[in-house]
Structure formats: C-alpha cells, structure tokens
C-alpha cells in the first residue's frame, strides 16, 4: 500500500489549500483515515481524523483548526482530502497523510504546507 499526497503549496495568510491523498495497491478496508503535521522543531500532531463505523463517518479535529479545515473521504476511492481555509502562519508545516489498514499503519510522505505574506 502507498500513500500519495499532493496539493501542498505556499499561500498568504486567510487564504486556502486542499490537500488530496490518495491509497494505491490491494486494500480492503480502511478503518482510520487522518491527515497529521509536523512544523520544524515540533512533534507530529494529528491535525483531523476521519473513522468509518458502519455507513458513518466519524471525525474529529485539533482545536486549533476546528471550523478552519475540514476532512473527507472517499472510500470508492480509498482517498482523504483535507480543506484548509482561515490558513495562519501557525499551520506552516509538511501535512502527512495516514491510513489505518486493519492492524497495519501506513504513512504518505509528506507535503510542504507554507502559510506567509
């Protein structure tokens, strides 16, 4: 299984990006799909996570982006898009795509996010 994210970019502040991930090789099912950041000199941290039950999705935010982003996901596609709007210089960081695959953690390699004037 490979994760391959794209849409990352530079952008000014209260501006948007969507970034867009997308699993290829022979999947099942997904449970967790989640989008996590890591800014230079901090540790990663779950930016938004998305969990099927059944026919609902379930997901849930930091706080410090909730009501500014907002995750989808496309099982069809076995896909997860992050939309990020009301960007700040505070979500400058590389955004990485996961997916939870049974027992089996998968991770994307990254892409730049940069929020500047």
């Known amino acids: 299984v490979q994760l391959v994210e794209s849409g990352g970019g530079l952008v000014q502040p209260g501006g948007s990006l969507r970034l867009s991930c997308a699993a290829s090789?022979?999947?099942?099912?997904?449970?967790?799909m989640a989008w996590y950041r890591q800014a230079p000199g901090k540790e990663r941290e779950l930016v938004a996570r998305i969990i099927r039950v059944g026919s609902t999705n379930y997901a849930n935010y930091v706080d410090s982006v909730k009501g500014r982003f907002t995750i989808f996901r496309d099982n069809a596609k076995n896909a997860v898009d992050l939309q990020m709007n009301g960007l700040k210089a505070d979500d400058t960081a590389v955004y990485y795509c996961?997916?939870?695959?049974?027992?089996?953690?998968?991770w994307g390699r990254g892409t730049q996010v940069t929020v500047s004037s």
């Open positions: 996961y997916m939870r695959v049974v027992d089996t953690d998968y």
């Open positions: 090789g022979r999947i099942f099912s997904i449970n967790t």
